[in-house]
């Protein structure tokens, strides 16, 4: 292996997607693969999850969609996050739908004139998206223009919150909101709100398709619930010291942990650089061989250190260390120890990282070569 590894089990990813869309069915499913499909390699997953089932891929980029649609996908694409300076013409004749969410938006695509919209209104979140009091003058401007809309799109606040009326609300002014475009002449046939905790909580969210991102990946988007989704990144280095530490031997820059007693210590090979923060500092267990080790004193720019207790716990240089996924904490619970969110854990790893993909019917297919 290589030093340090993002393990990506492409087998999750399909076991994820295709769980995703029988729940939500005859809702179709877009995929969301943004940020390099939340850290996972958005070609290679993208691959995998059209194979499963998914209808579309949702990205937030035009780089990111012209990206996406020069790996060879063959499902209709969309993306939703760009500036009126952008050159919008390009990616909608790529035939990627583009959301417009702004007055200057639905400007540079009129002046366009042809191509797929989706309309993105705001009904709740307050981060991009039209507001309510606009909405009657775009909706007839686009009903009026030659392009296709093909839906509206709006963006929940608080879905991972089953306790709060947020979603509640928004749902209804979503509704609200495709009866007035239906009533200004737009079609409408497919719009779409409902994130990962929507799809795992709210049915009634789906309308015509629905639009996760982090429960695709594994991650489970409400906290404290278990959905039964396959994690499918571990991050992974290999040890490369084990020595040995007297008590009161202090660790790592600054001097701010001793050895509480003779023992031994090992050195992992990930630091802030490769997206361990700084600030994880005492927050770290490192799984090896399913024991787990605590990080002790200053997370260094590529190395961090684990004390192993009063010997060396049969651990060697070269073994595995897991800091997150699968045989170490789940991205949920390192999460939880750093206070952030599964989402940021997964998408921390970068550096000296290497991905490596793993599914089982290409081990197979090895394995008969070989044989
Ligand atoms: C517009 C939009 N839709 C859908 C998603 C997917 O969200 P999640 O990963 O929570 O399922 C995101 C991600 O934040 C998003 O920005």
């Not at 063959?74 to 969410?101: F, H, K, R, Y």
Request: with cysteine; charged share 20%.
């Amino acid at each position: 292996m290589n030093l340090l590894e993002a393990r990506i089990n492409l087998d999750a990813i399909a076991a994820n997607t295709a769980k995703l869309k029988a729940k939500v069915a005859p809702a179709q499913l877009m995929c969301v693969v943004k940020a390099d499909g939340y850290n996972h390699g958005a070609p290679e997953v993208a691959k995998v999850m059209q194979a499963a089932g998914a209808d579309q891929f949702g990205v937030a980029t035009f780089a990111e969609a012209l990206a996406l649609h020069q790996s060879g996908v063959q499902l209709p694409i969309m993306c939703w996050l760009w500036s009126p300076d952008q050159n919008v013409g390009e990616v909608l004749d790529a035939g990627i739908t583009v959301a417009v969410a702004s007055k200057s938006q639905v400007d540079a695509v009129l002046a366009h004139g042809r191509g797929k919209v989706v309309l993105k209104i705001d009904t709740g979140m307050h981060r991009s998206g039209v507001l309510q009091p606009q909405w009657g003058e775009i909706m007839q401007a686009l009903a009026s223009s030659p392009l296709e809309v093909t839906g509206l799109m709006s963006h929940f606040a608080c879905a991972d919150d089953l306790k709060s009326s947020a979603t509640d609300e928004q749902i209804a002014l979503f509704e609200q909101a495709i009866q007035q475009g239906r009533s200004l002449g737009l079609e409408l046939p497919c719009n779409h709100i409902a994130n990962s905790p929507a799809v795992l909580s709210r049915p009634d969210a789906y309308f015509q398709m629905v639009r996760p991102g982090i429960a695709l990946y594994g991650c489970e988007p409400i906290q404290g619930h278990d959905h039964g989704l396959k994690p499918a990144m571990q991050w992974v280095a290999k040890v490369t010291v084990v020595k040995e530490i007297a008590a009161g031997d202090p660790v790592s820059y600054g001097h701010t942990w001793r050895a509480p007693h003779d023992g031994a210590i090992a050195i992992v090979p990930v630091g802030y650089a490769d997206g361990l923060a700084r600030a994880a500092q005492g927050h770290v267990e490192v799984s090896i061989a399913g024991k787990r080790f605590k990080q002790v004193g200053r997370v260094c720019m590529d190395q961090i250190v684990i004390f192993l207790g009063a010997d060396d716990a049969g651990v060697q240089p070269g073994d595995e260390a897991v800091i997150f996924g699968p045989g170490g904490m789940s991205a949920s619970d390192l999460a939880e120890a750093l206070g952030t969110i599964n989402y940021e854990i997964v998408c921390s790893p970068k550096g000296r990282t290497r991905r490596v993909y793993e599914q089982t019917h290409h081990q197979h297919a090895e394995n008969q070569e070989q044989a």
